[in-house]
């Protein structure tokens, strides 16, 4: 079974699941009711990190409903769905069919969970800080503390002794459209030039990220902490003077940028920072404003009219294999993919599929960190900005609430009411 990248896959069936035919017994096989066999052309040493994933699930042929399915999958594990209303909310109650001697990670020792949908950061900081009525028991997966409330909450003992603060597999850089900014000397230019500490504070601060150096994050297998070859821990603000001499010796002196940014505060905020940062070192600064509902669309076309965009991608598992190649990949130069810089160089395609072959997970891990890091130096296709982290509260009544590291949210397997 081939590994599909880009939109290569859609090829294996044309058809789809339910029209197409079933993929041959040589690809996938499932010689009894309890067993799937995969059939892969090459090793595929991480193969048990991508079936491991929330997501992977067989599900037989009678109980597949379709475009329906979301509303009442096959529960196999500790709790059900109870009730489900898209963009609204759902509650999961206790499975009484899962039985816990099969599970040795998961408990059911909350009787339902009662999900909603669409809270702003703003409002789930205070009614979680606050602590008051039902939020005593309640909890979040992914909103952080409101950058502009974390000073209020880090005076308040309370509070923080119901906290955690980790650091996520998500790493924020500023892409740099390849297409447009041609000349590796002006995008060296820029990355040295790029403000990451003063911009990471428009976040949150320490407490938001911790200033990036290269294009992965310290979750990952074979991180290196001292790669930092643009020198942004030393430089927070920027080297103003290293940009400048690059900018003069590729004869590109007040070298015009198109910086897009999402319409929301911290955003609009952050734009001021890097312009400031950027005229400083000798460019020209257009910024572009867009609407944060159609950010990703926007910035995801090819034929885009910006130069320099914010984006983030977080690892799917402690490997850069789910990094590198969906955002530094050539085959993933379309519009909607990850690829926001367009890079498209051969060595570097050349160097995914030798690393993508090796069978060893450990040198694996090891060759997709080093391959990150040439891609930086050689093509500099993004600036590093910041790893980002998870600041966040809960309420009083709960125990047992921790954080799931590859995912870099909370995790509920193990959380109680007191």
């Known amino acids: 079974m081939a590994l599909r990248e880009g939109q290569k896959y859609r090829k294996a069936l044309p058809d789809g699941p339910y029209k197409g035919k079933h993929l041959p017994k040589s690809v996938l096989d499932t010689p009894d009711d309890k067993t799937i066999v995969f059939h892969f052309d090459q090793p595929r040493a991480e193969v048990p990190f991508a079936v491991a994933m929330p997501n992977i699930g067989a599900v037989p042929p009678g109980k597949d409903t379709k475009e329906k399915y979301d509303k009442a999958p096959l529960a196999s594990g500790p709790y059900k769905i109870q009730n489900f209303k898209p963009g609204k909310g759902i509650q999961f ?144 603000g920027g080297n103003a003077k290293k940009a400048r001499e690059l900018l003069k010796e590729a004869g590109k002196e007040n ?34 404003e867009i609407d944060q509902s159609t950010y990703y669309t926007q910035i995801g076309k090819v034929k885009n009219k910006y130069d320099l965009y914010r984006s983030s991608w977080g690892a799917d598992w402690p490997s850069a294999s789910t990094v590198v190649p969906p955002v530094y990949g050539g085959e993933n130069v379309y519009d909607d993919s990850a ?46 900005t910041f790893y980002n982290r998870l600041f966040t509260l809960w309420g009083s009544g709960l125990g047992g609430v921790k954080f799931n590291s590859v995912y870099g949210a909370v995790d509920p397997t193990a959380v109680f009411v007191k």
Request: charged share 25%.
């Open 93 to 236: 109650v206790k499975n009484d069919q899962w039985d816990p001697k099969t599970d040795s990670i998961r408990h059911q020792y909350v009787d339902k969970f009662d999900v909603s949908f669409g809270h702003q950061w703003v409002d789930s900081t205070r009614r979680l800080q606050a602590d008051k009525g039902a939020d005593r028991n309640a909890m979040t997966f992914t909103n952080a503390v409101d950058p502009s409330q974390i000073s209020t909450v880090l005076k308040d003992k309370e509070a923080m002794s119901r906290s955690l603060t980790k650091t996520q597999p998500y790493v924020d850089v500023v892409s740099i459209n390849t297409d447009r900014v041609k000349d590796k000397k002006v995008r060296e230019a820029i990355a040295w030039a790029f403000p990451s500490g003063q911009y990471l504070q428009q976040f949150g601060g320490p407490k938001a990220g911790e200033i990036g150096g290269g294009l992965v994050g310290p979750t990952l297998k074979g991180y290196d902490p001292s790669f930092d070859p643009f020198q942004k821990k030393k430089y927070p």
């Open 339 to 384: 690829n926001y810089s367009h890079l498209n160089v051969p060595s570097v395609n050349d160097e995914i599929s030798k690393v993508t072959k090796v069978s060893d997970l450990s040198r694996a891990t090891s060759e997709w960190i080093k391959l990150s890091e040439k891609i930086l130096t050689d093509d500099v296709p993004a600036v590093p």
């Open 255 to 288: 070298y015009e940028l198109v910086y897009a940014y999402g319409n929301g505060d911290t955003h609009q905020d952050a734009s001021v920072v890097v312009e400031q940062a950027l005229e400083r070192a000798g460019f020209k600064v257009q910024k572009k």
